[in-house]
């Protein structure tokens, strides 16, 4: 199976977590902040990937070292669970609905990370959780996976349903690129190697 488990401790925040992509039964979400908690989960069901992610951040002060740090830590968790890459479709796209909103989530495995992000809230604030840190985890998490991730919410109203979509849309979306397709033979590049 492609596992991988890591501890990271920062003066800022200190993160158990551990994914499974070829097992999504197990997913434990604790961060400390709920709206985060709900979309991580969401990520990861949707995406069909075990994620157990245990979280003491300073949110006495805000929530965005907690969300940032997560996001670092999920994309190298992904980036070490992928291996070598071989026979992965690499892409992946997915339109998700939420409601009157719609976003969509392109990606590409590709080692080459970026972030493209074009999405506006109307709500600063969702409990605990800063609405502008959903970009701010995103480019965490595309850096540190290699991923080159464009995200759009199309249309939409309500802040909750947009971030919702996101989440589920990166999560089938990943797990397009990252399931293991017999018709790929080798890594799926023509320089026959994805760092």
């Given at each position: 199976?492609?596992?991988?488990?890591?501890?990271?401790?920062?003066?800022?925040?200190?993160?158990?977590?551990?994914?499974?992509?070829?097992?999504?039964s197990?997913?434990?979400?604790?961060?400390?902040?709920?709206?985060f908690?709900?979309?991580?989960?969401?990520?990861?069901?949707?995406?069909?990937?075990?994620?157990?992610?245990?979280?003491?951040?300073?949110l006495?002060?805000?929530?965005?070292?907690?969300?940032?740090?997560?996001?670092?830590?999920?994309?190298?968790?992904?980036?070490?669970?992928?291996?070598?890459?071989?026979?992965?479709?690499?892409?992946?796209?997915?339109?998700?609905?939420?409601?009157?909103?719609?976003?969509r989530v392109?990606l590409?495995?590709?080692?080459?990370?970026?972030?493209v992000?074009?999405?506006e809230?109307?709500?600063?604030?969702?409990?605990?959780?800063?609405?502008?840190?959903?970009?701010?985890?995103?480019?965490?998490?595309?850096?540190?996976?290699?991923?080159t991730?464009?995200?759009?919410?199309?249309?939409?109203?309500?802040?909750?349903?947009?971030?919702?979509?996101?989440?589920?849309?990166?999560?089938?979306?990943?797990?397009?690129?990252?399931?293991?397709?017999?018709?790929?033979?080798?890594?799926?590049?023509?320089?026959?190697?994805?760092?």
């Open positions: 199976m492609r596992t991988a488990t890591k501890k990271r401790e920062t003066f800022e925040t200190k993160i158990q977590a551990s994914v499974n992509l070829d097992d999504g197990i997913v434990k979400i604790n961060t400390g902040v709920g709206f908690d709900h979309m991580l989960d969401l990520f990861a069901r949707h995406g069909r990937i075990g994620i157990e992610v245990d979280v003491d951040g300073d006495h002060i805000d929530s965005h070292h907690t969300v940032e740090d997560v996001g670092i830590v999920l994309g190298q968790l992904i980036r070490e669970a992928l291996g070598d890459k071989i026979g992965i479709n690499r892409y992946g796209t997915s339109y998700v609905p939420m409601d009157e909103s719609l976003s392109v590409d495995i590709s080692g080459r990370p970026f972030l992000f074009q999405a809230f109307n709500n600063p604030k969702l409990g605990n959780f800063d609405t502008e840190l959903v970009q701010e985890f995103l480019q965490a998490f595309a850096f540190q996976a290699g991923i991730l464009h995200v759009d919410v199309l249309y939409g109203e309500n802040t909750h349903h947009k971030i919702e979509s996101i989440f589920k849309a990166l999560g089938k979306a990943l797990r397009e690129a990252i399931t293991k397709n017999p018709e790929i033979k080798g890594v799926n590049s023509t320089k026959g190697l994805i760092e």
